[in-house]
Structure formats: C-alpha cells, structure tokens
C-alpha cells in the first residue's frame, strides 16, 4: 500500500458555517485508531474503497491551530480480493440496535429547505429517533439520503420488503414525495437503504444506492431484485466469508452488486475491475511525491 500523511478533517465544516471543534477532532482521532476507516473517491459509495486511515494524531501548528493527521494508505492492485488486517481492528460501520431507523441527510437538503420534510419522513419510519445531519466535504458534488435500519439477525429472509412494508403506505408515500422535489436537481442524488446485521461473531453492513430513482422505483425494483440481494448475502454466509459490507448499486431499472468489503477495509468481489484499476491509478499519481 502506498502510504501519506495526509489531514483528514480540518477542512469540514458543520451546518452552521463552523470548523470543526478540538473535540470533535478528538473523537475522529479516537475512532481513527481504534476502527479502520475506509476512504472513498469523492464520498462516493458506488465506487469500491480506495484506501483506509490506518492511525491518527493531532498537532497544533505555530499559531495555534489544531489539526488532525492520519496516516492514508492507497490501496494498490495487489492489496485488493484478499484480506489485509491491522492486528484486531475491524471496519467502521453503522451501529443501530434492531428495529430502530435514523435518516441521515447532507448539505443538499439543508440548502433546499428540505429539513422539515425529512424529520416528518424520520417520524414515520420511526418516532423515536431523531434525524442526523450528514457532515461531509465542503465541496462535494452528490447529494446523499441515507436511511439507516438496525435488522437484527443476519439472515433474515425478505428483509429489503419486509421493511417497506412495516414502514408502511404513509412513510413510503412520503419519501417519494422527496424524490419527486428533487428528481430535477442537476446535482447527482443518491438515497441509500443501509441494513445493519449482527450474527454470532460480527456485523455486517448491506448497502442498497438508489442512483437518481424515479419515485415509484425503489419499490418495483426490491420486488424484482430482492432475491438477487438475499442470495449474495446467504453465499457469503454459508462460506463463511466475513464480510464488513455488501453493496448493491440500482441504476437504470436494475439492481446489481457492485462490491463488497471485508472487515479489514479491503474490497473483493468487484464487478467493475477495470474501472477500479483507473481510479486508483488517478489516485496514486496524484498522492505520489
């Protein structure tokens, strides 16, 4: 792996137009040295990790500023298909108790008056969370939705239709009315259906992209493609494969999978090799002294 020390997040800045606090950085750095935190191309989860903050520190320059620096190693044709481990620390993923569902939601919203629509949204999928602002890059070029659902035992059949239809008609109805608003939006939108399982040893994430979706798409495509979806789960199940996080990418009336990632941060099982092998070559060149 190509590594550099890089700052990794000085540079954000909260709904309120603020830097991010000491403390705030504190907690980053904390998580960065107990977690592996994958690292993505543009924040863009269709496309496999690149590379993974391995460690992290903070330093204050000569004027006082507080910044903090992580050790990133760029992922190189060799490191991916197999597992790479950092003695016992495992991926970063969502943690959500069974039943509970937090909805996440970016600048974009925000920027559009969107705020009121996606707690109404969060108090029909579930009233007893509170919606959670999604703190990204300052320029960021996608628009993110996510939904966040603790599903209890890893393999649970129906588990992608089950939810739509516990949530029921009033909290799909409302989401699509979202969609709808924005459907427009020159800005590229993603709404992402995030499943956290725990089985016996470990939890894994599955990650469903809805790349710019027509209102009624979300639903016709889960009851086209959830079998699809549960037997790429069930495979890596039964082969014991430990996986951190499944992603499946809908676009163009389709559901398919794109990736997956084990629970060292290292992708496998990529549909689109060829397309990764650029990416990272870009990367490389541009972090390379």
Request: contains cysteine; charged residues 25%; proline residues 3%.
């Amino acid at each position: 792996m190509l590594q550099k020390k890089v700052p990794l997040s000085n540079d954000q800045i909260d709904k309120h137009g603020q830097r991010m606090s000491v403390l705030a950085l504190e907690n980053a750095m904390r998580q960065t040295n107990v977690k592996i935190m994958s690292s993505h191309a543009e924040h863009n989860f269709i496309s496999p990790p690149i590379g993974r903050m391995e460690n992290a520190q903070i330093e204050k320059d000569d004027k006082g500023v507080t910044w903090l620096f992580g050790t990133y190693s760029l992922f190189e044709l060799e490191d991916i298909e197999k597992e790479n481990p950092i003695e016992n620390r495992c991926l970063s993923i969502h943690s959500q108790d069974s039943g509970n569902i937090t909805i996440f939601y970016d600048k974009s919203y925000e920027d559009e008056g969107l705020e009121a629509e996606i707690e109404h949204l969060q108090q029909l999928f579930d009233p007893n969370n509170k919606i959670q602002y999604e703190l990204k890059k300052s320029v960021e070029p996608i628009s993110t939705l996510t939904i966040l659902i603790g599903a209890g035992s890893f393999i649970a059949g129906g588990f992608v239709s089950g939810f739509l239809n516990e949530a029921g008609k009033d909290a799909y109805n409302a989401l699509k009315q979202i969609i709808s608003r924005r459907k427009d939006n020159n800005i590229e939108q993603h709404y992402q259906f995030i499943f956290v399982f725990q089985n016996e040893y470990y939890k894994t994430e599955i990650l469903l992209i809805f790349k710019n979706p027509q209102p009624d798409d979300i639903k016709s495509l889960i009851e086209r493609h959830e079998s699809e979806i549960e037997k790429k789960v069930i495979s890596y199940y039964e082969e014991e494969i430990r996986v951190g996080r499944i992603v499946f990418l809908a676009e163009n009336s389709s559901i398919q999978h794109v990736y997956s990632v084990y629970r060292c941060g290292t992708p496998f099982d990529i549909a689109n090799k060829e397309q990764y092998k650029e990416i990272l070559s870009s990367k490389k060149s541009q972090i390379s002294p």
